[in-house]
């Protein structure tokens, strides 16, 4: 099967051609008015992406200045220079170019309030010693529940699938985000704890939504409700201007710890991590070519004495594809930071540009993994781009924090749990197409994210 892809041109990986050094352009506006002016247009009179589309074609541009939300009031300092093609993106990988200490959420941080007094893995930077001990403990955990990986997760996703049947059954749709929000928790508890968390007294059946509570004032300034337009205003007042102390979630990050603690002393007593899955079927089910999916995923297993292993699922390599896809067209994490350490040159397709020491880069993940001068139909999502010479492409699929053909280590960034993901992922789709043959669903897109509704489920003849 022929990928799916242009001609790539080579990058910083491979010496890339010298360009004419150019101005970057953009501006920042007036002093506090204009990151407001930039904040009203990202949230509300333009929206995220047309904010960005609009700059490239005005700067005729993949790579200009501007102010990013929250902007005035949060932040002491909104300003940026956005990072919007493949090409430029991962100069924000580079540790010993650019530092990433506190710059998770961009150009604010939430108090530490949030997580007890400390500064997470994900706040620190590669040169801070915590760092390369909080990874390496990641690393060993996760290589100490390996062989958990796979009957766990085949547990806990059937009854998700019995639990969507019963829901079409009786009201004639199964919400998918739901029950795998409840799934997914499950399994990471399960996972790290060794028992489910509704045996937990302090969490039981209600550790997402605690989760979700817990985060809610942590990600408040990055976010719009879509409320209507004659609410911008309100809205814009309580979300962006002013942060929600800790004390208002403190019960509930309270019992967050207490039912990991309790169920994992010997693991917590040296380090908390938390892994998240993520959805595909959404993207699989309205894309036609579920057939060839569900062909190549019952073949391999078949050959594998109906067994799913992690040999069977390296041969899938389609399957693997379609996860590929799936993180390239909606990454997880959208937004990368990095601060300048040194005076840089960066390049984008068509000149380079000198960052100065100090500036915040900012790079928005969506158009640089959807670059028309890299992927062939970018927007679309094409199942099969990765397969074959498609393969070649993977390293500019940057969802993990880093290209996919890097690995993680204790000197970057890249997600510990990277490899964590896509086997879930993978599994995800294996079990759901052993198990069914065709599905309808809905999808609706909101600022919030995607809702996924099943709406039919034929079980495998």
Known sequence: MSSSSSSPPSDSSSSPPKLPLKPIPGDYGLPFFGPIKDRYNYFYNQGRDEFFKTRIQNYNSTVFRTNMPPGSFIASNPKVIALLDAMSFPILFDTSKVEKRDVLDGTYMPSTDFTGGYRVCAYLDPSEPNHAALKRFFFSLLASRHHKFIPLFQSHLSDVFLNMEAQI???????????????????????????????????????????????????????????????????????????????????????????????????????????SCIDQVGWISRRGFTRQLRNEIRAVVKENDGNVTFSALDKMTLTKSVVY????????????????????????????????????IFGYQPFATKDPKIFENPEEFVGHRFVGEGEKLLKYVYWSNGRETDDPTVENKQCAGRDLVLLVSRLMLVEFFLRFDTCTVDVTTSSLGSSVTFKTLTKAS
């Open 169 to 275: 059954s009786k009201d004639g749709k199964a919400d998918f985000n739901t029950l795998s929000d409840e799934m997914s928790f499950k399994y990471v508890f399960s996972l790290f704890c060794g028992q489910n968390p509704s045996t937990n007294t302090s969490v039981g059946s209600k550790g997402p939504n605690l989760v979700a509570l817990w985060l809610a004032p942590q990600l408040a300034p990055q976010i719009t409700l879509g409320s209507p337009k004659v609410l911008s205003f309100a809205e814009d007042i309580l979300l962006h201007t002013f942060t929600y102390p800790a004390f208002l979630v403190k019960s509930t990050y309270k019992k967050l710890y207490d039912a990991f603690y309790e169920s994992a002393a010997s693991v917590l007593d040296e380090a908390e991590a938390f892994v």
């Open 325 to 360: 896809e799936a993180l390239r067209i909606e990454p997880p994490v959208p937004f990368q930071y990095g601060k300048a350490k040194e005076d840089i040159v960066i390049q984008s397709h068509d000149a380079a540009f000198e960052i100065k020491k100090g500036e915040m």
